[in-house]
């Protein structure tokens, strides 16, 4: 295949890092993706429709716990707008806008098709445009595609299309961007050495694949793969309350096993924009094939009653003692959906909340992390946790495991103050679920 011009002078700008990056939805993915881009030297635009998000970047004001503010000290040029008529000032932008459920379990492309449509108006012949939000499997041939051929384009000659899925773990302090192999594929064969041009300047490790479709469904996968064997383990801990036995010390002693063993472990149920969410979109495209994705869907009846187990836990722990869930004071440890971060998002955590108070518990939450959250129609605060507020409830509920703040010794100390017959933890000490 001979290199044209529009892909030698891509490639000539992306070297000298001349090539003007754009990063459209600077949320959880695309915000350290907007800044990995400017800390490589390029000139970086965000375009998010929430001003306060825009507002917060051009502040250099943190928002996120992966991007403390003194990345922003480091940086070149970064800024952003809400405005999509910049789009055709740059010439390569990636989409991270979210793809969320319907309330049938189906993918809501909202957010995609309005990104696409707006940047449509605005695309120029040369730019790269890569999709990275997660998404059922044909989404970028079958939805992202005939917009921009609508607007007169061919894409491979006149504009490039990519997919790139994101590798996102909030607070990972060990996985990253950079260190995270990134998987790209490219509409056609100039659109994937496109996408890896441009991906190789902020990620290590590049894995090219056959097709867009390919590259959506590997994204896919790795949620499900997660989301079913978190089910595993939840059921084998349902199991083994059963047997009166821990789910905490089989699985770890099947950890020790060398090979063909990967521990996943128990919790309230799933959090978090992807497991909880992504597996659906599968099934949901499967259906359209007339398949059936069993396994998801069972996996997805084991976790989502989860809270509902929790709930029953709590019942039980406060019935042992003469009370009831009614009027008992109840202290929930870590409503983040995991340890050390703000996310809430699709959080079981408030599910146990919710349904803890609509049987007229006396509820407070604890999470350094979440200042507050809403439950229906109201707004509720975090307590600061303290011996004396672990003292005061009749039962304290521990929802996220391995929280760095409650293992530090003031916890310790708490645990002393009180009756610890009453203490309710979710983690491996004293797992109840």
Not at 308 to 332: C, E, F, M, T, W
Request: hydrophobic letters at 45%; glycine letters at 6%.
């Amino acid at each position: 295949m001979s290199v044209s011009p529009a892909t030698a002078n891509f490639e000539q700008l992306i070297a000298t890092r001349e090539a003007r990056v754009g990063i459209v939805g600077l949320g959880y993915a695309g915000l350290p993706l907007a800044i990995a881009f400017a800390d490589a030297g390029f000139d970086v635009t965000g375009v998010d429709i929430s001003p306060d998000r825009v507002a917060a970047v051009n502040e250099r004001r943190s928002y996120l716990v992966d991007v403390p503010e003194e990345r922003y000290d480091v940086l070149g040029s970064l800024r952003a707008t809400a405005d999509f008529s910049a789009v055709g000032e740059l010439d390569a932008l990636t989409i991270c806008v979210p793809t969320p459920l319907s309330k049938s379990r189906a993918p809501d492309l909202r957010y995609i098709v309005a990104a696409i449509e707006s940047l449509a108006e605005h695309v120029r012949p040369g730019q790269l445009i890569v999709l990275q939000s997660t998404t059922y499997p044909g989404t970028t041939e079958d939805v992202v595609l005939p917009v921009l051929e609508s607007r007169g384009l061919q894409v491979g000659e006149d504009v490039f299309l990519g997919y790139a899925p994101e590798r996102v773990d909030p607070g990972n302090k060990t996985w990253h961007l950079r260190n995270t192999p990134k998987i790209v594929a490219g509409v056609t064969p100039r659109c994937l050495a496109h996408t890896e041009m441009l991906y190789s300047t902020v990620v290590d490790v590049i894995v090219p694949v056959s097709s867009t479709t390919v590259a959506e469904t590997v994204k896919l996968h790795e949620n499900t793969f997660r989301a079913v064997n978190i089910a595993l383990a939840n059921e084998l801990a349902l199991m083994c309350d059963r047997l009166g036995i821990s789910a905490w010390d089989v699985i770890n002693a099947a950890a020790t096993k060398p090979f063909a063993f990967l521990p996943h472990y128990p919790g309230p149920g799933l959090g978090g924009d992807c497991i909880p969410v992504v597996p659906h979109f599968l099934s949901w495209r499967l259906r359209e094939y007339g398949y059936s994705s069993r396994l998801i869907e069972a996996a997805h009846e084991v976790n989502a009653a989860m809270p509902v187990h929790v709930i029953q836990k709590v019942a039980d722990a406060l019935n042992d003692h003469g009370r009831a869930i009614k009027h008992s004071k109840i202290l929930l440890l870590g409503v983040a959906y995991k340890a050390d971060v703000h996310d809430t998002r699709e959080s079981p955590s408030l599910e146990v909340m919710r349904q803890l108070l609509q049987r007229s518990g006396d509820v407070t939450f604890c999470d350094p992390w979440v200042p507050e959250i809403s439950i229906g129609d109201e707004i509720h605060h975090s307590v600061e946790w303290s011996a004396e507020a672990a003292r005061e409830a009749d039962c304290i509920v521990m929802l996220t495991p391995h929280c760095q703040f409650f293992e530090a010794p003031h916890w310790k100390q708490a645990r002393l103050s009180v009756d610890t017959r009453n203490v309710f933890p979710v983690g491996p000490d004293v797992w109840p679920i």
